[in-house]
């Protein structure tokens, strides 16, 4: 029996590549392998998670406030009290290997294990590596990456270039589109615009889409899906109530991703590792509004994270955010697209990260 533990989370970002190589894991090994999610007290993963069939631990640990709050006094104290806890948990479920996916949780639980002896693996979706992962990746067996280049942040040795993990069936044929259509209870006679924030939501296009049924008055010749995210669910329901928008599906959360890109004639995403793979692999026309916020040089604005060159094929534009972004290098929904066929993204010189997960 092979013990194997994932650990990330925080956005859908990082918890569906972990989901896709758990799937990935049952489908190879069957009964002869057990998984355990390791994620962060309060995060997302630890809905998403137990609502696919996967058990899961949650750690106390916490990010830095950006501004001077007094919440920053506890981090250095849940860091420590999470670190034990993961060697605790490591220890007591028998981990044979560790993968890390980013987040909030995997950082002392790579910790933790690299301590005990324990192989570590990191997967690494952007294309500009954070400070915790080039730290990490000293003690770690493999670093797993969606682009080539990641030399400069670890050790060559080290790397593999796999892709980025995905869920569902994404392909330039996808889903049925009249299936899809109906599940979103949408009309085949108007062309559909898929509006996608992140799993945390981006207040700009959100902000364009209020500003635009508003300016319709709720009538247009388009049908939109739009994905509002977590943050802003409350808020854009309300409006959604004083301003009626005829043809507009509105949700927090996309949970069925292949079905959304198949009703959609053009999507407009941020554009988050994640969503790049995915749109890579489905071959839409899309306006990419990369966030102005993130660590260093963000993600989302470099050629690998988006641009008609590289992640988005010749069908991708870059349109620049001067909005906020509350869920930086989220992918909207990503990869959680109910399907059964894990896949790993890209296209052209992408299509290096677009093999099966097998």
């Not at 994905?227 to 927090?252: I, S």
Request: charged letters at 25%; glycine letters at 16%.
């Amino acid at each position: 029996m092979k013990r194997i533990i994932l650990s990330g989370g925080g956005t859908g970002g990082h918890i569906y590549p972990a989901v896709a190589v758990a799937e990935a894991l049952k489908r190879r090994f069957g009964d002869g392998v057990e998984i355990l999610f390791v994620g962060a007290e309060g995060k997302m993963e630890m809905e998403k998670v137990p609502a696919l069939g996967y058990r899961i631990v949650g750690l106390p640990i916490a990010g830095l406030q950006r501004r001077l709050d007094w919440r920053n006094l506890a981090v250095p104290f849940k860091a420590v009290k999470s670190i034990r806890m993961a060697k605790r948990i490591i220890r007591d479920f028998g981990a044979d290997a560790v993968v890390g996916f980013g987040g909030y949780a995997s950082a002392p639980v790579l910790w933790a294990a690299q301590r005990m002896g324990v192989p570590t693996v990191i997967q690494e979706q952007n294309s500009y590596a954070g400070v915790t992962n080039k730290i990490l990746a000293k003690g770690a067996r493999r670093i797993c990456t969606a682009y080539e280049g990641m030399e400069r942040f670890f050790p060559a040795a080290k790397i593999v270039l796999t892709g980025n993990p995905l869920r569902g069936r994404f392909s330039k044929e996808g889903a049925d589109r009249a299936e899809a259509l109906e599940y979103y209870g949408l009309t085949p006679d108007l062309p559909v615009i898929l509006v996608v924030g992140g799993s945390l939501g981006t207040r700009s296009l959100n902000e364009m889409m209020k500003a635009w049924i508003v300016g319709t008055d709720g009538k247009a010749p388009v049908q939109v899906i739009w994905q509002t995210g977590k943050y802003y669910e409350r808020e854009m329901q309300a409006f959604l109530a004083a301003h009626p928008a005829a043809h507009v599906w509105q949700g927090a959360f996309i949970d069925r991703m292949d079905y959304a890109y198949a009703a959609a004639d053009l999507v407009v995403s941020r554009s988050g590792a994640g969503t790049v793979s995915e749109l890579c692999l489905v071959a839409k026309p899309v306006l990419f509004v990369p966030s102005q916020r993130g660590r260093g040089p963000s993600d989302q604005k470099r050629p690998g994270a988006g641009d008609e060159g590289r992640g988005g094929g010749r069908s991708g534009r870059r349109v620049p955010d001067e909005g906020d972004a509350a869920g930086r290098g989220a992918a909207g929904g990503s990869g959680d697209a109910g399907g059964d066929e894990p896949q790993s993204g890209g296209a052209g010189q992408a299509r290096r990260r677009g093999r099966y997960c097998q």
